[in-house]
């Protein structure tokens, strides 16, 4: 080796570190790009789960803590003795973006003092909106011809019971009425006797069993 193909302590190459290879590189970046985008996602989906979980629970949750809830229908002086009278509640159910949606209907009926019945607008049948009669005394349903007395009470046509009825009472000269639980069959049962009942063990009650029983010869056990 001559002189000047001798190399300099200062172009000795130094021990680095060992060089990522190409392949190696796009690897790394490939897992950076996966990590980024399972943050991406799940930020994401975290962002839709929030209404999506309160649309679903918030009923709910809000039912829960309004269905006991009271409502004030307004002064007794609104409901003159002897009359049935429309009367509009907001539900304690609904949310503020539900609209004319959340305002329920009801008739009032002031029998004397504070001897009050509240009906349900909602025909006993399938549920059409009955309407008050002042001059026949009757309500009537426009959908199959249900009509209702005026104390709620089944007059003829399709529907096999009464109106529903709120529970009510008067506090400090108001009428109030429980609106967090629409009155049906489910909650009225609750509290009454079953609308049709088979005494078994009753001689009426073992003939109405008997006529209930399959006629085919089939049939026969
Ligand atoms: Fe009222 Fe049918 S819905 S009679």
């Known amino acids: ?8 302590p ?12 190409p392949k190696s590189a796009g690897h790394s970046r490939r ?15 975290a962002f839709l789960a929030v209404p999506i979980f309160g649309y679903l629970l918030g009923p709910a949750l809000k039912k829960s803590s309004s269905e006991n809830s009271w409502i004030n229908l307004g002064p007794l002086s609104d409901f003159p003795e002897g009359e049935t009278r429309l009367v509009n509640f907001r539900n304690p159910v609904t949310t503020e973006w539900d609209g004319q949606t959340g305002d329920i209907p009801c ?3 002031r029998v004397s003092g504070s001897d009050f019945q509240v009906f349900a607008i909602n025909c006993a049948h399938l549920g059409c909106p009955v309407r008050w009669f002042s001059q026949s005394k009757l309500f009537l349903c ?5 009509a209702y007395y005026a104390d709620g009470s089944r007059a003829s046509g399709p529907p ?3 109106l529903f009825e709120y529970d009510h009472k008067v506090v400090n000269g108001r009428l109030v009425i429980s609106a967090g639980k629409m009155p049906t069959l489910a909650t009225q049962a609750q509290t009454e006797a079953p609308l049709t009942q088979i005494e078994g063990t009753s001689p ?3 003939a109405a069993v008997e ?7 089939s049939c026969q056990g």
């Open 10 to 21: 200062s172009d000795q190459a130094t021990p680095t570190e060992p060089v990522a290879s």
């Open 204 to 206: 009426a009650g073992l």
């Open 142 to 146: 426009p959908c199959h011809g249900g």
């Open 1 to 8: 080796m001559t002189k000047s193909e001798q190399i300099s």
């Open 211 to 217: 006529q209930l029983k399959p006629r085919c010869s």
């Open 160 to 162: 096999e019971r009464g």
């Open 31 to 45: 897992v950076f790009l996966f990590k980024i985008s399972m943050l991406v996602n799940g930020a994401v989906g």
């Open 107 to 109: 008739w009032v009926r």
